[in-house]
Nanobody
């Protein structure tokens, strides 16, 4: 199983980006999916999660600006990021709780850089 992220880049404050993360491989089912982020010099923190039933959860600092969604047919999770601030600069990592042959495991993407700067 692989998780491949895309959509990161450089954006000005107040701008928007949409991250995507697609899971591939022999997958029976995907349970929770989510995004973490790690800013320079800081610990990794949860950004947002979404259950298989599309119940969402966000870090307090992201509520109202970020939206997590998923397309189960494409095994893909998205993170729409609006009104971006310099403090949103971080490497964003997706994760997915996947059931496959051998059992249920959490997988992680390689990370995508988001830089918010003028």
């Amino acid at each position: 199983v692989q998780l491949v992220e895309s959509g990161g880049g450089l954006v000005q404050p107040g701008g928007s980006l949409r991250l995507s993360c697609a899971a591939s491989g022999t997958i029976f089912s995907i349970y929770n999916m989510g995004w973490d982020r790690q800013a320079p010099g800081k610990q990794r923190e949860l950004a947002a999660t979404i259950t298989s039933g599309s119940t969402t959860n966000y870090a307090d600092s992201l509520k109202g600006r970020f939206t997590i969604s998923r397309d189960n047919a494409k095994n893909t999770v998205y993170l729409q990021m609006n009104s971006l601030k310099p403090e949103d600069t971080a490497v964003y990592y997706c994760n997915a709780d996947i059931l496959r042959i051998g059992g249920r495991t959490t997988y992680w993407g390689q990370g995508t850089q988001v830089t918010v700067s003028s």
